[in-house]
Structures are given as structure tokens and as C-alpha cells.
């Protein structure tokens, strides 16, 4: 059994990566992209975040989220996501009873400060670049790049090119 201790802290700003069974490609499907989507506004609707980026890929997903003040529980919201997401689908279970539509666990880091924030937040943008799907992220449908961009956090055109803050990162 594993030992591994989630950080909650209420109010906390943190990056996750969900990712789907044996990672299949099942999320740039169109249906399942609404599925995912609408997942996410329900959850949102019964317990608030703020989620401040998000790119959503083939087979996971990275985001950041910050926490209202006096909650810290991502758990139960990344429950309710994977459910919505799954009720209704086709597909095997496994002896849990569980449908294989999404890997058991999912990862998270609390962001320390400004400077690891932007890290993550750079990750999550050029993820479509780094893994061969566009050559810009502005290129890429699917994550809050545009809204960035239109925020002033980003020039259209950044990611063409490895961004330096990216370092020593392999998140995947």
C-alpha cells in the first residue's frame, strides 16, 4: 500500500495531470472534449476554484487551480470530474468495479511562490509543442494560451521556440 501524503493547504494554488487509462487517446474526441468540459463547469457549480490554466491533450490533462480560502479538498473534485466524465461511457471495468477510463490516482504539486506558479503555467501552454501536436501553442485548441495571451501574460507568438523556464521540467 502506498505511503504517498497529499498536501492540502486551504486556499493553495496547485498544478495536476490527470491522464487516461494506459493512456488512450480518448479526450480529442469531440464528444468526450464536451464531456470533459461540462465535467469541469458541474463540478465548478458545487465546489468552487478558480482555474487559472488548463491544456487538455490525447490522453491527460494538466491544469492549475486555486482553492477558495478555507477549502483544500482537490480530491473530491477530481472524483466528481472523473465520474461525470465516465457516466454513461462504454467501457471495460476492472476488478474494482471501476470503469478503465482514467488512471486511478492523479498528480499534484502545491505552487510555492510567483516563480514556480510561472513555471508551471509555461508547462502547461507549450505541453502541446513538446509532445509534436502544433508548432506554437497559440496553434492549439484546447488550453487557456488565447485567454493568457488576451491577459497580457503571453505574445502570441511565445513557445515558438523552447521557453528557458522550462528547464530541468518533466512533468509527464
Known amino acids: 500500500m502506498s505511503e504517498y501524503r497529499r498536501l492540502y493547504q486551504p486556499g493553495g494554488c496547485y498544478f495536476f495531470t490527470i491522464v487516461t487509462h494506459q493512456r488512450a487517446n480518448i479526450l480529442f474526441l469531440p464528444d468526450n472534449l464536451t464531456r470533459l468540459k461540462s465535467a469541469?463547469?458541474?463540478?465548478?457549480?458545487?465546489?468552487?476554484?478558480?482555474?487559472?490554466?488548463?491544456?487538455?491533450?490525447p490522453d491527460h490533462v494538466h491544469c492549475i487551480w486555486s482553492m477558495p480560502s478555507g477549502d483544500s479538498d482537490f480530491s473530491v473534485r477530481w472524483r466528481l470530474i472523473?465520474?461525470?466524465?465516465?457516466?454513461?461511457?462504454?467501457?471495460?471495468?476492472?476488478?474494482?468495479?471501476?470503469?478503465?477510463?482514467?488512471?486511478r490516482r492523479f498528480w499534484e504539486h502545491l505552487l510555492r511562490d510567483e516563480e514556480?506558479?510561472?513555471?508551471?503555467?509555461?508547462?502547461?501552454?507549450?505541453?502541446?509543442?513538446?509532445?509534436?501536436?502544433?508548432?506554437?501553442?497559440?496553434?492549439?485548441?484546447?488550453?487557456?494560451?488565447?485567454q493568457a495571451v488576451g491577459e497580457g501574460l503571453y505574445s502570441p507568438g511565445w513557445g515558438a521556440l523552447t521557453p528557458?523556464?522550462?528547464?530541468?521540467?518533466?512533468l509527464e
Open 82 to 103: 472523473k465520474s461525470y466524465f465516465s457516466a454513461g461511457l462504454n467501457h471495460p471495468v476492472n476488478r474494482r468495479g471501476e470503469k478503465e477510463i482514467w488512471q
Open 116 to 146: 514556480d506558479w510561472r513555471r508551471h503555467m509555461d508547462y502547461i501552454h507549450y505541453n502541446p509543442v513538446k509532445h509534436g501536436y502544433v508548432q506554437n501553442p497559440w496553434d492549439w485548441p484546447h488550453s487557456s494560451f488565447r
Open 164 to 170: 528557458g523556464t522550462l528547464s530541468g521540467m518533466d
Open 40 to 57: 469541469f463547469d458541474k463540478v465548478k457549480g458545487k465546489y468552487p476554484l478558480t482555474m487559472e490554466a488548463f491544456v487538455i491533450l
